[in-house]
């Protein structure tokens, strides 16, 4: 850092851009205090010559699902409102071994449930591009803050697409690493299978780096990967020529904005005339993506959301009751908002006795066939390409009665979760009505590295 430019300069330039973009509801709440204190240290820290972290005044901001010690989080939920984390997230000691300054935490969809931003208790989020228009979701105030310069890096959770369809919303990097691959150590759980930490920056240099600091093992998650985290920011190549795989079905889908796909066609084309090979497969599966995906999030998210009711921690519904039971009722009919409840009882139906088969195990099935057919491609090719999502932004209450279609918004993002897979949307286009759009990699589980390197090629090859 320049020794004219202080942490402390940096966190007040920040917290004014914050302060200019109050209407997008970006944030829920700003850590000023905390945030201006730990500047001072660190400027404290250069001065003295101690050696720097890796993220040095980097400014940072989470979402409300990650637990941030003596900070509240909530899941912008009413039934978490004013609980404070008891301890910090692995990720979050991370950043803060690296010298990283957390700023605030971002506003979200009720407990990560949503692709619009739309369904927080803390009110609806605004796209900083067009105010009329979402920024995606669920994490879409994490989205915000970096596409408004209103942090460098955000974090938030991708379960199917909750990082990647908003960084393709609002025109910037969003990225998620391979299942496993951070640890969800202090990650308020939507669906335990499916949910990875994800981070959003301006570059594919920014994110790679990001990554580098908050990847590796966790003795406090077993599903952490002990695989060894590779420099990936020292280790980004774009020589190479890479074989891009494509799936048909997805490109030719009906669902997809015809304009997006002639310009996703057309850019297929500029990849190999730079001598890159890009081919189509035939994906049957594509339609049974989203079904399987409901099917089995909302089951996981019904007994990860059985925790809270309004007995140990968060809210309680006030009252006479004459049982137990309907203490519980009144807690999680008040507390929850409705997309929250609608997916516990989604979920709830599917794990019920005579509907377990039919539902959940066939969804399961399913989700090993996908698992074998990604196994073939990969034996043939470095990476999937595809859209990111089948339109660009959508306009505010533009798809709030109709769950179907808000669903089928993440047609092309929720493959990678169901498999495990990394993933990274990168803003390339442009629309007609002004809204950018991008191109999600998809690349081979633990082969972030390579994924990486290909996104910083397509970055720069126009």
Known sequence: MNNNITCVDTVK?????????KHLNAFIEVFEQD???????????????????????????IKDVICYKGHQVSAASKILENYTAVYNATLVEKLLQ???IIIGRNNCDEFAMGSSSENSFYGIIKNGIDVTRVPGGSSGGSAVAVQMNMSMISLGSDTGGSVRQPADFCGIVGLKPTYGRISRYGLIAYASSFDQIGIFAQSIDDASLALEVIAGADDFDSTASQQEVPSYSTQLSSDKKYKFAYFKQAIEHAGLDKEMAAAIKKYFEVLTQNGH??????FDLLDETIPTYYVLTTAEASSNLARFDGVKYGYRATGNFDSLQAMYKQTRSEGFGKEVQRRIML????????YFDAYFTKAQQVRQLLSNTTKKVFEQYDAILSPTVP???F?????SNDSVAMYLADLYTVFSNLVGIPAVCISKFKHSNGMPFGLQIMGKHYQETEMLSMAKTIESTN
């Open 13 to 21: 330039s920040y917290l004014q851009q914050i302060e200019s973009n």
């Open 35 to 61: 945030a201006l204190q730990l500047a001072v240290s660190l400027d404290a820290e250069r001065l003295s010559g101690k050696k720097l972290g890796k993220l040095h005044g980097v400014i940072v901001s």
């Open 98 to 100: 690296e010298g990283a």
């Open 277 to 282: 090979t890009v081919e189509a497969v035939e």
């Open 347 to 354: 979920g709830a139906y599917v794990l019920s006795e005579g």
């Open 391 to 393: 339109t660009t932004a």
């Open 395 to 399: 306009k505010i209450g533009e798809k």
